[in-house]
């Protein structure tokens, strides 16, 4: 992986109700990333089905900053 040491922003959406990657499951993994930011879909699951407005959001407020 080369997120943990790259200088740049990173941004990670994730799904609170994700079947594979749950936040608990990220937050330890992301622990050493220089420059990430977690943000989480509170009402999503892994395909994010009704939550595409929120994850574009999130998106857009990271390609702004």
Known sequence: LVAPSDPRPVTVIAAAHDQFNAPGQLRPKMESWTNATLHVVESA???????????????AAALES
């Open 45 to 59: 699951d892994h395909f994010f089905a009704g939550a595409h407005r929120q994850v574009s959001d999130f998106a």
